[in-house]
């Protein structure tokens, strides 16, 4: 099956300072890659979907100058979480789907993130 | 917003059948009933779907009622790496996914 990677898996950064991760198609290309945020013993919640050449669309309530999307090239999307605080300490997946039609979404290991 | 039901958590035996329903009262007519699962800490993995025909794959079944207000997803013979929470996600053809709370479902010897 394809493969969606994840950097890093995980990463510890100070209250204030920004932080980039990386999500990339390993053998596919990804027309559409979806952002996701899970917290301990929830559900994944989704917070945006990223077209590759477009701007990101954000879901109600996610704050689109916080959690910064770029999706450059068909196989790798960056969420970069700006001016991180300790609310934003969570799990990040996620997701790329190849194309139109019957395609699996493939998701990614996560990042895990912690914000001292 | 989900637009799944599904019981907490269910207990399974080792090598016996496990069955997780999932009611879906308000799906339309176009979208599908994707099953998904996940181990702790991991990213979900893509276990089958369907739109109202009955599916099977190498690791399970999807029944989906005649009116598709409600599916089961059936793994067949249980094992101890069958433990995960599983998702039920109805959307139109692998667009936004938004997941609901999910059952655990835990496979004891």
């Known amino acids: 099956g394809a493969v969606v990677s994840q950097h890093p898996s995980w990463v510890i950064c100070k209250s204030g300072t920004s932080v980039k991760i990386e999500c990339r198609s390993l053998?596919?290309?990804?027309?559409?890659m979806f952002w996701y945020r899970q917290f301990p013993k929830q559900s994944l919640m989704l917070m945006a979907t990223s077209n590759e050449g477009s701007k990101a669309t954000y879901e109600q309530g996610v704050e689109k100058d916080k959690f910064l999307i770029n999706h450059a090239s068909l196989t790798l999307s960056t969420l970069t979480v700006t001016s991180a605080h300790p609310e934003d300490s969570s799990f990040y997946i996620c997701?790329?789907?190849?194309?139109?039609?019957?395609?699996?979404?493939?998701f990614g290991p996560g990042t895990r993130l912690t914000v001292t | 917003d989900a637009k799944t039901t599904q019981p907490p958590s269910m207990d399974c035996a080792e090598g016996r059948a496990a069955n997780l329903p999932c009611n879906h009262s308000t799906i339309s007519g176009n979208e599908y009933v994707y099953w998904y699962r996940q181990i702790h800490s991991q990213g979900p993995q893509y276990i089958i779907h369907?739109?109202?025909n009955n599916e099977t794959n190498e690791m399970s079944s999807l029944i989906i009622t005649e009116d598709r207000k409600s599916s089961t997803l059936i793994l067949p013979h249980a094992t101890l790496r069958d433990t995960a929470v599983y998702y039920c996600i109805v959307s139109l053809n692998f667009n936004k996914f938004y997941f609901g709370s999910g059952t655990k479902l835990n496979v004891k010897p």
């Open positions: 369907g739109l109202k």
């Open positions: 053998d596919f290309q990804a027309t559409t």
């Open positions: 997701s790329a789907r190849m194309g139109q039609g019957y395609d699996e979404q493939y």
